[in-house]
């Protein structure tokens, strides 16, 4: 079934649009008030739960919306670990969404804080060399309602609420802008999910315009950069959209942002032995990161079975997170979270996907497994 022949979800409209509807079909505005309500407070599964709306209009809407698009195919991980949720799509394909418990040593020991890593396509046409998503290439944008879903699908299935949310899951965010902004307001309203803006993420490979474009977005949403590499001769190794935008352009972008937010601006920067590791990348990265007042996250790669790369030995990665503390940055380095449940962004998917005869593999079929995430 293509888009254009899908009934609309629910979860990705605003009430001015439900309220069109409403109008429409020569309804009361009240009745759309009472949808709204059903729709994101209650969370209605069914239009059969919303009892308080006329049978009739209720059959009504079942012809033209849904309030599901998607389901829960596949869940990985345990209740007190990181959980990857594979959740299949109406028109057969597959997306990721992970689920990550607070670390409590970030918080003092007292946060119960559960961040949601969220998908905005299905597949990615940007090719980073280290991770899964790309390998099968780009299939679709996501639509709001299913960026939307994937948080209320989430909350139903752990009886947890999600209060952060980040999105670094499949696909870059800043290439799906109106869908993406759209989820965004939707996630962010009091009348819809109620998620605060500064628990909101945006994670992006560089797409400088798109950067300068996000700094108008009204709500106050957080950057992170997916850098990876502080030069572009490093960069352009593993992330081919440097050459499209290298990094002068993309700290240009960086510096109009911080003129305009207030909100501090996140590297994220995953090690890689003899690609990006070395001392000298962690000194420029230090200088970078101080030119635009930037936090670091240090992640340690993760294997994706299929992909040449390994992580860096541990005193490796101290000696970088050294360099970089002692320049006066403010960095963390991230270890082992959703190592043992494919957490890399694609690799659940790739491997759904290729079994079930969706796509060919891009990688030997034997080096498919579940081994490991990113």
């Known amino acids: 079934m293509s888009i254009a022949n899908t009934p609309q979800a629910l979860l990705g409209m605003k009430p001015e649009e ?18 709204v309500e059903w729709v994101f407070a209650k969370r209605a599964a069914s239009f059969d739960e919303m009892t308080n709306l006329p049978k009739a209009t209720r059959e009504a809407l079942a012809t033209r919306f849904v309030t599901r698009s998607m389901q829960i195919a596949k869940v990985t991980g345990s209740a007190d670990t990181t959980r990857k949720f594979l959740l299949k799509l ?16 970030l918080y003092g020991g ?3 804080r559960r961040t949601l890593c969220v998908s905005s396509q299905v597949g990615c ?11 099968a290439g780009f299939t679709r944008n996501l639509t709001a309602g ?10 139903a299935h752990a009886g947890e609420r999600v209060d952060n949310l980040v999105f670094m899951g499949m696909g870059e965010p800043l290439a799906n802008y109106s869908n993406v902004t759209k989820a965004i307001e939707i996630l962010n309203a009091d009348w819809g999910i109620g998620i605060g803006a500064r628990h909101m993420t945006v994670s992006t490979s560089g797409l400088a315009p798109q950067i300068k474009k996000l700094a108008d977005f009204p709500l106050q949403i957080r950057l992170a950069i997916s850098l990876h590499g502080a030069t572009d001769e490093v960069r352009e190794k593993i992330m081919p959209v440097n050459r499209k935008h290298n990094l002068a352009e993309l700290f240009e972008a960086l510096e109009d942002w911080n003129a305009r937010r207030k909100q501090f601006l996140t590297f994220e920067f995953i090690l890689i032995e003899n690609i990006n590791d070395s001392l000298d990348q962690a000194r420029v990265l230090a200088k970078r990161a101080r030119g635009v007042n930037a936090k670091v996250n240090l992640i340690p790669y993760n294997t994706v ?16 997170l050294d360099v970089l503390t002692k320049a006066g940055v403010t960095a963390t380095l991230r270890r082992e979270k959703g190592h043992d449940i494919a957490a890399a962004c694609g690799q659940l998917r790739l491997k759904q996907e290729t ?6 593999s891009p990688i030997p079929a034997k080096r498919i497994t579940i081994g490991a995430g990113g």
């Open 18 to 35: 439900i309220a069109a509807v409403f109008a429409e079909l020569g309804q009361p505005a009240f009745r759309a008030k009472q949808l």
């Open 90 to 105: 109406h028109d057969g394909r597959y997306v990721e969404t992970v689920l990550i418990p607070a670390n409590p040593a």
């Open 110 to 112: 007292k946060s119960d």
């Open 125 to 135: 046409a940007y090719d980073c060399k280290f991770c899964a998503s790309g390998l």
């Open 146 to 155: 299913e960026i939307v879903e994937q948080i209320v699908q989430v909350e």
């Open 305 to 320: 079975e299929g992909l040449p790369w390994v992580r860096p030995s541990e005193p490796q990665q101290d000696a970088f």
């Open 355 to 360: 079994e079930l005869g969706i796509i060919e």
